[in-house]
């Protein structure tokens, strides 16, 4: 299948040239913004990519640094820059860096279409995706939770389960680290992260309890305790049923205005754990203010921890320093009967993994069964 992106911050303009260029054999990924664009770029081999160059100020031209990002990441892709604003100087630069052609609007379509190589086959129904944006994401209802089991080791009955954010495109932002990452790349992680508290609690029932993953960039966030209430009151859930798993992409800043945050929610009734203690950046530093319930091993030292020398001493440490600051301790990335029987040996009481569930979509009843929708 070939890949042809089109990338324009007016939707008429690139929804005409999607349906223009539609073939079989041929899929057309549409984007509005730069950052969307570079992520598919990055994700996906894309055999042409049509940009305009302004997107999203009349005084900067984004389309020629995007000119140079695709020759980085899809040296072999056909470029074609769209301007309005036309100039010799323009076209010298654009050209300069890699593109084939400088298209001034309007344009005769079929000077477009002389430039994008046809598909090798037609093979495959023709297909335009359009990537939403981030007001879309964050002010829609794209969003959903995806459930996944923590167990007790000990019976593996069912003792809560994490929610992980989806969202309902066909585009590069099914993927979550995609969606995360576009999310930051826009400055709106924070938008983001209250967005998914809004949808999770639609399909846990009444589960034992729920974990949910926050951002290091919402944890601090004033709208945190409010977005959290509300959601929840919609649900069948205490805020005691609540852990909020605070996860590793980035420090956390101000340890008053963590202890202050923590506190808050603490009287509310909600938990805490720290998530892939151990792996990138440590909130360790953090624990007395926000006084965690849960350590959670990261799959990277979980998954066969017992056949490697290294992540044994790891699990152990971490074992040892829960058991010390009596908290439970979650190893993640459990997905054979030996690492089950392993982490049962060491004394660990919480296991997650593709063993006892994979994340699904689908409500849970009160008894903490999964429901397939």
């Known amino acids: 299948m070939q890949i042809v992106l089109i990338v324009d911050d007016d939707p008429i303009i690139a929804g005409g040239l999607a349906m223009t260029l539609e073939r079989s054999g041929r899929r057309i990924i549409v984007c509005s913004d730069l950052e969307s664009a570079e992520l598919t ?5 894309v055999a042409a990519v049509i940009t305009d160059v302004r997107l ?5 031209y984004e389309g020629l640094d995007f000119i140079t990002h695709i020759r980085k990441n899809a040296p072999a892709s056909t470029i074609v820059l769209m301007t309005g ?3 010799a100087e323009l076209e010298t630069e654009a050209l300069a860096r890699g593109a084939a052609a400088v298209l001034a609007k309007p344009f005769d379509i079929s000077l477009l279409e002389a430039l994008i190589p046809e598909p090798e086959s037609e093979a495959g129904d023709a297909e335009i995706i359009h990537v939403p944006t981030i007001r879309e994401i964050t002010g ?3 969003l959903f939770p995806m459930l996944q089991p923590i167990v007790q080791l000990s019976d593996e009955s069912h003792y809560g389960y994490e929610s992980l954010a989806r969202c309902n495109t066909a585009s590069i932002l099914a993927l979550p680290d995609a969606l ?3 999310a930051n790349r826009k400055g709106c992680v924070a938008e983001l992260e209250l967005a998914c508290i809004r949808t999770t609690f639609t399909d846990c029932g009444n589960v034992p309890r729920l974990f949910i993953n926050l951002h290091p960039a919402v944890i601090v966030d004033e709208r945190l305790p409010h977005v959290l209430e509300e ?3 919609e649900s069948a859930l205490h805020a005691e049923q609540v852990v909020l798993e605070i996860t590793e992409q980035q420090p956390l800043g101000d340890p008053l205005r963590v202890a202050r945050q923590c506190g808050t929610l ?4 909600y938990s805490f754990a720290l998530d892939d203690v151990g792996v990138a950046y440590s909130h360790l530093t953090h624990v007395d203010e926000i006084r965690p319930k849960y350590l959670k091993v990261s799959q990277h030292f979980g998954t066969s921890f017992e056949v490697d020398s290294t992540r044994r001493k790891i699990v152990a440490n971490i074992l040892a320093l829960a058991n010390e600051l009596e908290c439970q301790l979650v190893l993640e990335g459990i997905e054979t009967f030996a690492t089950r029987d392993a982490a049962r040996a060491a004394g660990i009481g919480l296991g997650q993994g593709y063993l006892f569930g994979r994340p699904s979509r689908g409500k849970v009843n009160k008894l903490g069964s999964h429901l397939e929708n």
């Open 140 to 142: 829609g209802n794209m």
């Open 180 to 182: 995360f990452d576009y």
């Open 231 to 233: 959601a929840r009151a």
């Open 56 to 60: 999203t100020s009349p005084f900067r």
């Open 41 to 45: 770029i990055e994700h996906m081999p």
């Open 266 to 269: 603490r009287a509310l009734g």
């Open 85 to 87: 604003a036309h100039s």
